[in-house]
């Protein structure tokens, strides 16, 4: 009684009626290092957007938040003035600003869907090599070393394993025991590097040269 009902469509694989039959929908959809753009379709037309976020899953993330928008009688140009000012939340395919010429991004994976689902996030977003830099330290969770070496492997270019913190008790114990059950699970030939939280001018050595390198 008196909630105004705003539907929103971003699955393109449904028909064109059921995507149609949506107030708000995407289309002419792309991606970039810089983010994501497409039409806004709306019942007063057509309207190009743009967001900072990246992730084609964030595209549903964007809709929601016109659509709530849109229910509360904002205009549809008050809501694609918003688009571009919306940000991810922190830690959640977050670009950390930095001066070194590529691209870092920070997302809390800490399982292996999770790390896939990031990783394949990524990848219509880069450009160049994507670099993985990813931790499973500590005497947790041992059991998910070897799935995520294998995600790692299969989803990144390079990679980058952080093998332990100086706070962890019997720190190189658990780094070589880290070192052991992920590089053990790789089947193939890799680049990439077994550090530790005290490497951070090896990684900037390192990976600096590569000015199209995303990091995750």
């Known amino acids: 009684d008196g909630c105004r009902l705003v539907t929103f469509s971003l699955d393109t694989s449904q028909s064109i009626a059921a995507t149609a039959s949506a107030h708000l929908s995407l289309s002419d959809i792309s991606l970039s290092e810089r983010g994501m753009k497409a039409k806004l379709l709306t019942p007063q037309g057509s309207f190009s957007i743009s967001t900072q976020l990246l992730g084609r899953f964030n595209l549903s993330n964007v809709l929601a938040v016109a659509a709530c928008l ?5 205009s549809v140009e008050n809501i694609v003035d918003v688009i571009p000012k919306l940000t991810p939340v922190p830690g959640r395919m977050e670009l950390v600003p930095n001066q070194l010429g590529f691209q870092v991004i920070v997302d809390f994976a800490h399982t292996p ?6 990783l394949e996030a990524l990848a219509p977003h880069v ?3 994507l670099w993985c830099v990813f931790g499973c330290g500590g005497d947790r969770d041992r059991a998910k070393r070897p799935e995520m070496a294998k995600v790692v ?3 990144a270019d390079n990679i980058v394993g952080q093998v332990g913190k100086q706070s962890d008790r019997n720190m190189n114990s658990s780094n070589s025991m880290l070192h ?4 053990g699970n790789f089947h193939c ?4 590097y077994f550090v530790d939280q005290r490497s951070t001018n090896f990684l900037s050595r390192n990976c600096i040269w590569c000015s199209h390198t995303r990091i995750l």
Do not use: C, M, P, W
């Open 70 to 74: 849109y229910a509360n009688n904002f």
């Open 113 to 118: 869907d999770a790390l896939k689902n990031s």
């Open 127 to 129: 450009q160049g090599n």
């Open 153 to 155: 492997e299969q989803f």
């Open 180 to 183: 052991h059950s992920v590089r």
């Open 189 to 192: 030939q890799i680049t990439g």
